[in-house]
């Protein structure tokens, strides 16, 4: 069902030449080559055509049954079908680009900081109006940098951020590395 054939119509297809893509041909047959040099079950992933044409990306775990002997009687394999994984990990590939440009052009000051107060992700417009580089900021706790008199307010949004609470807005005054504030 997964490449759109019945029983009958898969027995006489060359899992190589016929389901295979060209471009994984060669791949393939290093993690059989593998499996038969190891005699360990291989796991790997490609893509196989279905009857339409289309592809399907899947996972195969790949096992051999070999005689007494040593010889190879024959493959078998789990073939796991990777369509819904490949659109969540583009999906997630798709978001992660748009958060970084976000936070590439954005002139706003925007971070991402734990509770613990380290700074884990920050744009460059930190460096532009602090002075300092991203990795010295990106070193210390972003509450080294806030002002004295700003310290507690920050804590209490910290604190209501812990407990699951909206903090909406508040303002922090930030040390430049020339010791002014902004």
């Not at 796991?43 to 592809?55: H, N, T, V, W």
């Amino acid at each position: 069902s997964l490449l759109g054939y019945d029983a009958e119509e898969m027995k006489p297809l060359n899992w190589t030449t016929t389901l295979t893509p060209p471009e994984w041909r060669t791949y393939d047959a290093q993690c059989q080559a593998e499996l038969c040099q190891t005699n360990k079950p291989v796991r790997y992933q490609k893509e196989l055509f279905r009857k339409d044409g289309s592809r399907v990306p899947v996972e195969l775990f790949v096992h051999q049954e070999v005689d007494d002997d040593g010889s190879l009687l024959y493959f078998y394999s789990f073939v796991t079908d990777l369509t819904e994984q490949k659109k969540a990990e583009e999906s997630l590939r798709q978001k992660t680009e748009e958060l970084e440009n976000f936070f590439q052009v954005n002139l706003d000051l925007l971070c991402i900081a734990d509770t613990d107060g380290c700074f884990r992700k920050l744009n460059p417009q930190w460096e532009k109006t602090l002075g300092y580089t991203l990795q010295e900021l990106e070193s210390h706790h972003f509450l080294d940098f806030v002002h004295p008199d700003d310290q507690k307010a920050t804590q209490d949004a910290i604190g209501r951020i812990s407990n699951r609470e909206s903090v909406l807005k508040y303002t922090n005054r930030y040390r430049c590395k020339y010791l002014s504030y902004r």
